[in-house]
């Protein structure tokens, strides 16, 4: 496990080497991409199966090729790397996702047509799920104690962050891009609605009988049981609120003070329950 920073950003050698960042800066956009943009441990496969439902109502198979990669989910960059030259050929519609912030994105991106989706979850949940997930995982460097990670997520000392410049970055660009903004809480209180949502920001209407069966197939147990080892990895709890089990007094205080003073005034806001 390897970490470095680029332009103050932490990220994951092992996962995202430099040279991948390089080929961000000459990623060919399609206006028919869909662009999934999320911090990590926000719902990014949550979101990725969503759309690809969407897209198996509207009859858009998710095919498989070279590699036996699926054109619909597996692009996220730029973890991709070595396999640009695949993503580059893949059929439209691809399904792109990336946690990058904002200044690293393809350049041709904010101006294309394709359909940006930034997706967004409480900060508090955030940094509970990734401490788990950092455990897990042995590219990612493991946490001492939920309390050292608690101090490091708030300091922005973490991968991808800091979490306030990621989410900012991009709620920057709400009044001069078209891009759809989600939240996690929202999903997990009313999925049928935020899929509705996306039905038609991607402009593929659904009736509501097939939002419904979207829902049905992408909620919390469908999700784990149906996708095998991904589905394994990529949940765990999937609930709002479980920072409360590891949150002290301290802790919740302190992430408070720095949810107000960097959101006030921005409009955007998170649930926490
Ligand atoms: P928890 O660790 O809090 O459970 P990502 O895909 O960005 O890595 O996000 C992972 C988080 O999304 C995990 O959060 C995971 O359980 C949650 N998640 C995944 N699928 C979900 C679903 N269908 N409903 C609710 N949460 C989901």
Redesign the pocket.
Known sequence: MSTYKERGVMFPGDIVPRSNLELLKTFDIRDDDIMLI?Y??????????VIKQILAEQGVKDEKYLGNIPNLIEFTLPVIGPLAEVVKTAPSPRVLATHVPVDFLPPGLLGSKAKIIVLM?NPK?TA??MF??SQKRPELPTPESWNSFAQQFLAGDCLWGPFYDHVLGYWKLKDQHNILFLK?ED??KDLPAEVKKLCSFLEKPLSDEEVQAVAAA???D???NTLGEKGQV??????IG?WKNYFSDDQSRAYDEQYRERLSNTGLEFQFE
């Open positions: 999320t990590p441990k926000t719902g990014t496969w949550w979101l990725h199966q979850r949940d509970v799920s788990h997930f996690y999903m997990k992408t909620q919390f469908s999700m784990k990529f949940t765990r709890k999937g609930v479980d």
